[in-house]
């Protein structure tokens, strides 16, 4: 069976992430914890759809092929800035 367009799309979104964090990383980020990408959980998924109803497909592919995903850091030469 071919692949959906939703979940093409999540694995380049997954690819593009991946590029993104690694840059990030060259560039002195400095990452809130140390695993920024939380492995997909099925049964968690699943769980808040009994709850809530059926996730729209780009989401439901998202947290199956992606998961999760946290970017919190900081850049050190942004301390100073108060925002």
């Known amino acids: 069976m ?3 367009w939703h979940q093409l799309t999540m694995e380049r979104l997954q690819k593009n992430l991946q590029t993104v964090h690694q840059r990030l990383l060259d ?9 920024v990408f939380t492995p997909p959980n099925p049964i968690s998924i699943q769980k808040h759809e009994e709850k809530f109803g059926v996730l729209p497909l780009s989401l439901r592919a998202f947290y199956l092929t992606i998961g999760g995903l946290n970017f919190m ?5 942004f301390n100073h800035v108060a925002f």
């Not at 560039?27 to 695993?35: A, D, M, N, V």
């Not at 850091?73 to 030469?77: A, C, D, E, L, V």
Request: proline content about 18%.
């Open 27 to 35: 560039l002195g980020y400095h990452f809130e914890k140390p695993t």
């Open 2 to 4: 071919p692949e959906s």
């Open 73 to 77: 850091g900081r850049y050190p030469s």
